[in-house]
């Protein structure tokens, strides 16, 4: 597909990255010739210097051909009038980042009139991220498949942990339906086999129904059961938004902030949670607001590097569920080996969510049969939910005679309303939703999965 993208900002040049390594046709417009420069020398994309939001800067970089047009630039007004533009100029589709939460509202009438296909906002979408690793607090992560039939969960393995040691084929002792379906150790990343042996330290990601996942957790001995207290670091866009969902799902939620006029717009916005105004660098007033006694502890501020420190100090003096969020992708490899809870980046949330409706705009034009995508490991393994075709070569044929390649698993059969964890003796049939997790990049169609006929 020929997708342009107009702003090269942080999210911008994070969503031509993973659109370009998808293997679509990427231009990337903005004002900004060095920036764009470094983009076009680290990135396989096209790039062209001018204001994207002028008829003859769209024009040069083959609006009228393009497949799809994303505006990034820094403000909702401009993305929206830049995606005007574009359609009008022959542009088939179109995404805005809208963040302003004053237009969260709007955003149904904005596309509806204005002829958006989508509305991206990076903040509103890494909360709800958030939120839902809040209501399973035992997972690092989670992502949902199948309309909610399937989750994958990451949980970390402790020293204590019943599964320290253990080998996967020994796993049916536990009384519940999953797969152990990734295992990161270290800078590796591994697809197991029955034979492979869990050590602490490892990160594993497990596919199960929600209701099967609740009952290994229980028998492993994590907590199952929701947040109640939270306490928020940092009153920002994405702290708004967060405490706006626990609120509604009941929790208790505390917010600290040090910018006052911040404190007061949270106050107005939020009038059932309790704003805090104050440095919370300062341990003497963590203290006196419980951090200890909390379920939860987001570091939301604007500082990585603080975000980081504070969530070590959190996890030294509670229990807290901790949740970081941090904006450099260059501080990946630094935080996979700390004890700061679940990591979040925002731009790589945000460039998921685009990279799934492109997916689907794909499925569309019937040029693959991926339904959703998720990296579940970085870049370095990904699960996908592909729709299974008539014409279909893994049908009818039961998964242990499949000649499937290294690297691939298939987690999870969806059939009508009943998801099934399968065993060897399974089959895919017609119309089947199937969960694949792979470490090999790049899969657009279920017979990917397959050896190579030679």
Do not use: W
Not at 389 to 404: G, M
């Amino acid at each position: 597909m020929r997708i342009i993208i107009v702003g090269n900002g942080k999210v911008g040049s994070t969503f031509a990255n993973q659109l370009s390594l998808a293997g679509h046709d990427v231009t990337i417009v903005d004002k900004r010739a060095g920036a764009l420069q470094q983009s076009g020398s680290n990135l396989d994309i096209m790039t062209v210097v001018g204001n994207g939001a002028t008829i003859d800067t769209l024009k040069g970089a083959g609006v009228s051909q393009a497949d799809l047009l994303i505006a990034t630039t820094s403000t909702d007004e401009m993305n929206v009038m830049v995606c005007l533009l574009a359609k009008k100029l022959g542009t088939k589709h179109t995404i805005a980042r809208v963040r302003n939460p004053e237009f969260t509202k709007e955003i149904n009438l904005l596309k509806e009139e204005l002829g958006l296909s989508m509305t991206i906002n990076p903040e509103l979408a890494c909360a709800t991220e958030m939120a839902r690793v809040l209501r399973v607090p035992s997972a690092i992560k989670v992502d949902s498949f199948a309309k909610g039939k399937v989750d994958i969960l990451k949980l970390r393995i402790c020293e204590k942990s019943p599964l320290a040691g253990l080998k996967l084929q020994d796993m049916r002792k536990f009384k519940a339906s999953f797969l152990i379906c990734a295992v990161e150790r270290g800078k590796e990343v591994y697809i197991p086999d029955g034979a492979f042996q869990l050590e602490a330290g490892d990160r594993i990601s497990i596919l199960a129904q929600p209701k099967q996942a609740s009952a290994f957790f229980k028998q492993i001995g994590v907590q199952t059961s929701p947040v109640k207290k939270v306490m928020l670091i940092g009153g920002g866009r994405i702290a708004a938004y967060l405490a706006r969902q626990m609120l509604d799902f009941g929790a208790e939620v505390k917010i600290i902030e040090q910018d006052r006029n911040v404190c007061l717009g949270l106050a107005d916005q939020l009038p059932g949670a309790e704003i805090i105004c104050g440095d919370a660098s300062d341990h003497q007033l963590l203290s006196q607001e419980g951090m200890e006694d909390m379920d939860a502890v987001a570091m939301l501020t604007g500082f990585d590097e603080q975000n980081i420190l504070m969530s070590l100090y959190a996890g030294q003096i509670s229990k807290a569920k901790i949740i970081t969020k941090v904006n450099r992708g260059s501080y990946e490899q630094i935080v996979d080996g700390m004890e700061i809870g679940s990591v979040f980046y925002p731009k790589y949330i945000a460039a998921e969510v685009v990279t799934r409706y492109v997916r689907a705009m794909e499925n569309s034009m019937g040029s693959n049969n991926v339904e959703t995508l998720y990296k579940i490991v970085g870049d370095r393994a990904e699960a996908l939910e592909f729709r299974v075709t008539r014409s279909c070569r893994v049908c009818a044929i039961p998964l242990q005679e499949l000649p499937t390649r290294k690297g691939i698993l298939i987690g999870s059969i969806t059939r009508g309303n009943r998801a099934i964890i399968p065993k060897g003796q399974d089959v895919i049939e017609p119309g089947d939703s199937v969960v694949v997790v792979t470490t090999i990049p790049g899969l657009s169609d279920l017979e990917d999965i397959l050896e190579k006929r030679r």
